[in-house]
């Protein structure tokens, strides 16, 4: 009877007949139906039936390795499993690649201190505050020159006209306006100035800047900027009041282009008022700047009076007006 040998199924650990011819050869577990290859850990077959019998050293032994099967649903799982891994590996390299371009990316940079976005005829300028002093944020105040009005005193003047918001909830007591004239190079030619005294909470007011300069110099661009000093005025803020609208009539004498805005000012302080600084910009039909004036008026407005002031502008037809801005602040107190 030819020697039978038992081997024992890796897959399940049980024993199972072998026979000698099948030492080499691939055989299925009679227990778990796993395909096992029966090799032995000698140099030939003969050498493996005789461990089997027990006739080689100790050393030389019997082994079986498995041959993994894998059923059919096993290779759809993995196949999906390989999908995932390497869509997942995609949007990490995408994800890397994302960070190294925003890091090489320039950044953005804020404006240099006392700088805001240059403005040209069109093209509005926004100031940023400027940083030599203590002032509040850039959302606090806001600062924008629509236009340069040229021409003034025989060419001498130039106006920065546009408006000023008080966006707190507190008075302002004083903000220091200065906007840098540039020619066509981008070249600061000099800076126009203008001093908004006791802006109140949510209160949008014209602003016109002054530059003095040669006749022969003209600047085309503009840029703003502001500056609330740290230390205020120390007088309490004089309350001055539009008593009604303001009105705008040419000067019969002076051309068609020259005249002047009145307005009555009430003073509802306790103290009198002196002098009285009145700005005005006039818009036309489509709300755009058609001209503007700012001068101070020497009045004496007692406590609970009004009286009429009046400013004299030029280089604005009195046919293009359709509205008058005027604010009144109290100076020289």
């Not at 090799?39 to 027990?54: I, N, S, V």
């Not at 103290?271 to 008026?297: K, L, P």
Request: proline content about 7%; aromatic content about 4%.
């Amino acid at each position: 009877m030819a020697d039978v040998f038992r081997a024992q199924c890796k897959v399940c650990g049980k024993e199972f007949k072998l026979h000698p011819d099948q030492l080499g050869r691939e055989v299925r577990c009679p227990y778990c139906k796993a395909i096992c290859k029966i090799l032995p850990q000698t140099e030939t077959a003969r050498e493996a039936a005789e461990a089997l019998r027990g006739e080689v050293p100790k050393h030389r032994t019997v082994t079986t390795h498995r041959q993994v099967v894998m059923p059919r649903g096993g290779v759809r799982h993995m196949s999906v499993a390989v999908v995932w891994v390497v869509l997942i590996g995609i949007v990490a390299i995408g994800l890397v690649v994302l960070l190294v371009v925003m890091a090489r990316r320039p950044h953005p940079t804020a404006p240099a201190p006392g700088t805001g976005a240059v403005g040209a005829a069109g093209t509005p300028g926004t100031a940023t505050p400027r940083t030599s002093a203590v002032a509040p944020t850039v959302e606090s105040v806001n600062l924008e020159i629509e236009k340069l009005v040229q021409g003034i005193r025989n060419g001498t003047r130039t106006y920065a006209v546009g408006t000023i918001t008080n966006q707190t909830s507190a008075m302002i007591r004083e903000v220091e306006v200065e906007v840098g004239i540039l020619d066509a190079q981008e070249q600061e030619l000099g800076r126009a100035e203008a001093r908004v005294l006791d802006l109140k909470p949510g209160e949008k007011a014209p602003v016109v800047a002054i530059w003095e300069h040669d006749p022969s110099v003209v600047g085309v661009k503009w840029v703003p900027n502001y500056n609330t000093p740290t230390a205020p005025p120390a007088n309490p803020p004089k309350d001055l009041v539009l008593d009604g609208e303001a009105w705008s009539l040419p000067d019969s004498g002076g051309g068609h282009d020259v005249g002047r805005v009145t307005v009555r000012v009430r003073n509802r302080g306790v103290t009198a008022v002196n002098a009285v600084e009145m700005t005005a910009v006039m818009r036309g039909a489509d709300g755009s700047v058609v001209g503007a004036a700012r001068d101070a008026v020497m009045a004496t407005i007692m406590p609970g009076k009004a009286e009429e002031i009046a400013v004299r502008y030029e280089r604005c037809p009195e046919r293009l007006v359709g509205s008058v801005q005027v604010r009144v602040q109290a100076v020289g107190q």
